[in-house]
Nanobody, 122 residues
Framework: QLQASGGGLVQAGGSLRLSCTAS????????MAWFRQTPGKERDFVAA??????????PYPNSDEGRFTISRDNAKSTAYLQMNSLKPEDTAVYYC???????????????WGQGTQVTVSS
């Protein structure tokens, strides 16, 4: 089970840190990722982090331009998404997901959190 938290309402230029805490799985064995979705659209890949916290991937080309950083704390079974310099177009429901595959495709992810709403006002 994955539990996402940390979303909310923030002004443009602000920051948020999302958290995703896992239970019922051996967290360190799994790749963790964040996706986001707006109404009527598919889930877009935001970031992934492998079993080795030093291995991360972001979309290419990276439209987030380094504003987002994924990290993990295996001791706490938690993954994070630090989001800085937020823009109104970042408004979406953000989902965390886990997989045994180091992938940026949503179809490769087996477990999903419930989503957390991020709203960025202009």
């Amino acid at each position: 089970q994955l539990q996402a938290s940390g979303g909310g309402l923030v002004q443009a230029g602000g920051s948020l840190r999302l958290s995703c805490t896992a239970s019922g799985l051996t967290f360190s064995n799994y790749v963790m990722a964040w996706f986001r979705q707006t109404p009527g659209k598919e889930r877009d890949f935001v970031a992934a982090i492998a079993w080795d916290p030093g291995m991360t991937k972001y979309p290419y080309p990276n439209s987030d331009e380094g504003r987002f950083t994924i990290s993990r704390d295996n001791a706490k079974s938690t993954a994070y998404l630090q989001m800085n310099s937020l823009k109104p177009e970042d408004t979406a429901v953000y989902y965390c997901a886990s997989s045994l595959y180091y992938s940026n495709y949503a179809t490769n992810y087996d477990y999903w959190g419930q989503g957390t709403q991020v709203t960025v006002s202009s």
